[in-house]
């Protein structure tokens, strides 16, 4: 059983479209992180986030931790084919950093 | 580039055999960390080092072990190979000891077990 869980396991969208994954859990992280991992190439850090109720925007991106720091979400506006990879969230309890199975995105032109 | 840099990128060998996996941090980052992963586990972490002492240990085998050295690039040591060992290694990279703020990862090592 996965610490983190993320929804959905694959998305397939079309250019244009909106979406949203999710990173839940029943334990409380000091900070989360979001990382997008492509093929054959180690995870990029998108975010961290640390403080409950914060929300991050970079350009199309939106970023929320929630108030109880146990749980995050990822907003997606106007997706393009660009933004197809592996969407991983982290949580960091003390100096511990687990990582979810990640959300397969593909974004279709 | 990320800055943090894994040789090899790939890597062929047979069960039984024990190979080095080598890792350079990003200028300035103190701690290194090493991750497996696989398709049905994910990023599973095996170990930390810090400015060269051992900080923590993930579910790393008996069979792996890895040391920090003082220029602070890493390796990790994979023996007794198994098919099931076969995975994508990566190697990442942090100013401080806590995980808090996120890392940088390499490319990673694409071991496969013959």
């Known amino acids: 059983t996965q610490l983190l869980e993320q929804s959905p396991q694959f998305l397939s969208i079309q250019e244009g479209e909106n979406l949203t994954v999710y990173c839940n859990s029943s334990?409380?992280?000091?900070?989360l992180q979001w990382y997008r991992q492509e093929p054959g190439e180690g995870p990029v850090l998108l975010v961290t986030v640390v403080t409950g109720g914060e929300v991050k925007k970079l350009k199309r991106l939106t970023f929320q931790f929630g108030d109880a720091r146990k749980d995050s979400s990822l907003h997606i506006t106007a997706a393009q084919p660009g933004d197809t990879g592996l969407y991983l969230c982290a949580g960091a309890i003390g100096n511990d950093m687990r990582f979810g199975a990640g959300t397969r995105l593909t974004v279709k032109p | 580039d990320s800055g943090v840099t894994q040789t090899p990128k790939h890597l062929i060998t047979a069960t039984g055999q024990r190979v080095t996996l080598r890792c350079s941090p990003r200028s300035g980052d103190l701690s290194v960390y090493w991750y497996q992963q696989s398709l049905d586990q994910g990023l599973q972490f095996l170990i930390q080092y810090y400015n060269g002492e051992e900080r923590a240990k993930g579910n790393i085998l008996e069979r792996f072990s890895a040391q920090q050295f003082p220029d602070l690039h890493s390796e990790l040591n994979l023996s007794s190979l198994e098919l099931g060992d076969s995975a994508l290694y990566f190697c990442?990279?942090?100013?401080?000891?806590?995980?808090?703020?996120?890392?940088?990862f390499g490319s990673g090592t694409r071991l496969t077990v013959v």
């Open positions: 990442a990279s942090s100013v401080q000891d806590r995980a808090s703020y996120g890392y940088t």
């Open positions: 334990s409380v992280f000091s900070s």
